[in-house]
C-alpha cells in the first residue's frame, strides 16, 4: 500500500477520534458534572431545534463564566437570580445553598455506545480499505498490462 494512502486513513482514523472525543466532551459538559461554578444565574434562554421541547438548546447566562449551555433538566430547576456553586467533578449543585443531585444526561449514556461503535466502524473501514488498495496494488504488479 501506498505510504500516502496510509497516512490519508490514518489521518481520517483520527480526525474520528478526536471528533468523537470532543462531541462526548460537549454533552458532559451540559451535565455541568465536569465543571465548577461559583456565580449567579443573570438569563435563561431557550431556543428549540429541529424537535422544540425535545432537544432546545439551553442556556444559562452566569457571573463566573458567561453563558454556558446546560440540560434541560438543570435549566428547568433553576431561576434568574438563584446563586449556583459546584465544585469540579461534584455531582452536587448547589443552588441558593440547597443541594441538587447531577446525573448525566440521555445524550451522555447514549454516547457511550455510539462513540466507540463509530470508532469500531471507522477502524474496520479502514482496515478494508487499505486491504483492498494492498490486493489492487498487487494485481497490478502482478499482471501490469491490465489499468
Not at 422544540?52 to 457571573?63: A, I
Not at 463564566?65 to 428547568?76: L, M, N, T
Not at 473501514?125 to 502482478?142: D, T, Y
Request: aromatic content about 4%; glycine content about 6%; some cysteine.
Amino acid at each position: 500500500m501506498h505510504s500516502c494512502n496510509m497516512r490519508y486513513l490514518v489521518s481520517i482514523f483520527a480526525l474520528t477520534v478526536v471528533l468523537a472525543a470532543c462531541d462526548a466532551w460537549c454533552a458532559a459538559r451540559r451535565s455541568l458534572i465536569p465543571r465548577k461554578l461559583d456565580g449567579t444565574v443573570t438569563q435563561k434562554e431557550s431556543r428549540p431545534e429541529k424537535h422544540p421541547g425535545e432537544d432546545d438548546v439551553c442556556l444559562l447566562n452566569m457571573t463566573d463564566s458567561g453563558w454556558i449551555q446546560v440540560d434541560s433538566a438543570i435549566h428547568s430547576r433553576v431561576s434568574v437570580g438563584d446563586k449556583l456553586t459546584k465544585t469540579l467533578g461534584s455531582r452536587t449543585l448547589m443552588v441558593n445553598g440547597h443541594g441538587q443531585e447531577l446525573d448525566w444526561s440521555r445524550d451522555v449514556c447514549g454516547m457511550l455506545f455510539a462513540l466507540p461503535t463509530t470508532i469500531v466502524a471507522a477502524a474496520i473501514l479502514g482496515l478494508l480499505a487499505a486491504r483492498q488498495s494492498n490486493g489492487l496494488a498487487r494485481n497490478k504488479r502482478m499482471h501490469p498490462s491490465r489499468k
